[in-house]
Nanobody, 115 residues
Framework: QVQFVESGGGLVQSGGSLRLSCTASRNISNISAMAWYRQAPGKQRTMVAHITDNGSRIYAYSVQGRFTISRDIAENTVYLQMNSLKPEDTAVYYC?????????WGQGTQVTISS
């Protein structure tokens, strides 16, 4: 079982940037796909971006061109660079495998964008 710890969230103004980090408790080189998810208040958790073991990336339409997912296998870490942030990006951000392992959800990191 792998556990994930997210960090890097905060409060920024609209148009600003943040870089989120997700560190796994073990080697992630054998995980076929890692993803970032987010959950806004009163809404379901949704996938924001994913990266496969061969480096292919997929993004939710709402973040295309603004967010970039990457990973550092040696550090067992996945990153999410978020630029041109909007108030609608406000949510708790989580990382997990894709499809997610329901036993591996971490505490997430809060991202709040002020207008």
């Amino acid at each position: 079982q792998v556990q994930f710890v997210e960090s890097g969230g905060g409060l920024v103004q609209s148009g600003g940037s943040l870089r989120l980090s997700c560190t796994a408790s073990r080697n992630i080189s054998n995980i076929s796909a890692m993803a970032w998810y987010r959950q806004a208040p009163g809404k379901q958790r949704t996938m924001v971006a994913h990266i496969t073991d061969n480096g292919s990336r997929i993004y939710a339409y709402s973040v295309q061109g603004r967010f970039t997912i990457s990973r550092d296998i040696a550090e067992n870490t996945v990153y999410l660079q978020m630029n041109s942030l909007k108030p609608e990006d406000t949510a708790v951000y989580y990382c997990n495998q894709r499809p997610p392992d329901q036993t591996s959800w971490g505490q997430g990191t809060q991202v709040t964008i002020s207008s």
